[in-house]
């Protein structure tokens, strides 16, 4: 089965930065669109970044110019580098398989999701 594990969150200072990552197995990795996405405590989730197989990049305007979105076909992980982190990036991030762009919420697979707190 579609597996998808995420890594790297954790407690960062407001100005910090962290590179999540997202093992995936159980797909054909490089033939899938991969996302990011992420909620806050009573918030909806929302999109972050998607990138498609190709590797065309997109991204909320929220993190556009501090979050890059990257995927290494050979071992099947799929990154989130994020820089300039804010109070307002506090979430749960969750890697996804995506089934269409990355705004339209379209998944067929999520991860558990890894918290990311960013002190003021």
């Known amino acids: 089965q579609v597996q998808l594990v995420e890594s790297g969150g954790g407690l960062v200072q407001n100005g910090g930065s962290l590179r999540l990552s997202c093992a995936a197995s159980?797909?054909?990795?490089?033939?899938?669109?991969m996302g990011w996405y992420r909620q806050a405590p009573g918030k909806q989730r929302e999109s972050v970044a998607g990138?498609?197989?190709?590797?065309?990049?997109d991204y909320a305007d929220s993190v556009k110019g501090r979050f890059a979105i990257s995927r290494d076909n050979a071992t099947s992980t799929l990154y989130l580098q994020m820089n300039s982190l804010k109070p307002e990036d506090t979430a749960v991030y969750y890697c996804?398989?995506?089934?269409?762009?990355?705004?339209?919420?379209?998944?067929?697979?999520w991860g558990q999701g890894t918290q990311v707190t960013v002190s003021s």
């Open positions: 159980g797909i054909i990795f490089r033939l899938n669109s």
């Open positions: 990138i498609t197989r190709g590797g065309s990049t």
């Open positions: 996804a398989v995506l089934r269409g762009p990355i705004a339209s919420m379209l998944v067929s697979n």
